[in-house]
């Protein structure tokens, strides 16, 4: 079957550095998604990887290995407003995205 | 707008009742996606449509059906809801399907069937 792994939930202080990582088991693979969706909202692009390697924007980066089937999004200067599920989705063999179930941050003073 | 509309933002219909969430687009993207959302689960696909005049079943389609009869609108029918069905859906679009371009989300209808 598809499957999609990520944590629960995780905890960050402000200012610091989280590691968000997805592991994914699935038919073929066209591509790797982060959304960000804060608390009753829509989800919203974040990121897209499709080969290994690093993918920096601003204060995100998204990492890939294939070979490993593991992601990872670091949120680097965590703020307040980057409290929010952060989701995994990665695109099958038949190009429909499979959805992890996110990963709620939450951010402490 | 610019974007996805949708409508109602929310919603509590007794079961039994039929019942079509509206979903516009105005970016004059080619595929339009209908997820659910429930608590500790990912998104969940309910049907697409990959253009206008197409369409086609995802992962939980039973109980939901859809039309696609020009490029803007995709409407998701419930026939006969039931409690089952309660959850936020999503309606998305990207400019084509597949999975190599990131999708477009409206803000989500909260759906409670008593």
């Known amino acids: 079957g598809q499957n999609i792994d990520q944590p629960t939930e995780m905890t960050a202080t402000e200012g610091a550095i989280v590691q968000i990582n997805c592991t994914y088991q699935?038919?073929?693979?066209?591509?790797l998604f982060w959304y960000q969706q804060h608390a009753g909202e829509a989800p919203t692009f974040l990121s897209y990887?499709?080969l290994d390697g690093l993918e920096e924007k601003g204060r995100f980066s998204s990492f890939l290995s294939r070979s490993k089937g593991y992601s990872y999004l670091l949120l680097k200067e965590l703020q307040m407003k980057d409290s929010a599920s952060y989701l995994c989705?990665?695109?099958?063999?038949?190009?429909?995205?499979?959805w992890g179930a996110g990963t709620k941050l939450i951010i402490k003073p | 707008i610019a974007g996805i509309t949708q409508a109602p933002t929310s919603q509590i219909l007794a079961a039994g009742r039929r019942m079509t969430l509206r979903c516009t687009q105005d970016?004059?993207?080619?595929?339009m996606y209908w997820y659910r959302q429930d608590l500790g689960l990912g998104l969940r696909l309910i049907h697409y449509?990959?253009?206008?005049?197409?369409?086609g079943k995802g992962e939980v389609p039973d109980g939901y059906s859809v039309s696609r009869a020009n490029t803007d609108d995709f409407p998701l029918t419930l026939a006969s809801a039931v409690p089952s069905q309660t959850s936020v859906y999503f309606c998305?679009?990207?400019?084509?399907?597949?999975?190599?371009?990131?999708?477009?989300f409206g803000s989500g209808t909260r759906l409670t069937v008593v």
């Open positions: 449509s990959n253009t206008a005049g197409t369409t």
């Open positions: 699935t038919s073929g693979f066209n591509g």
């Open positions: 989705a990665v695109g099958d063999s038949n190009y429909q995205l499979i």
């Open positions: 970016m004059r993207h080619n595929a």
């Open positions: 998305a679009s990207s400019v084509e399907g597949g999975a190599a371009h990131g999708y477009t």
């Open positions: 990887n499709v």
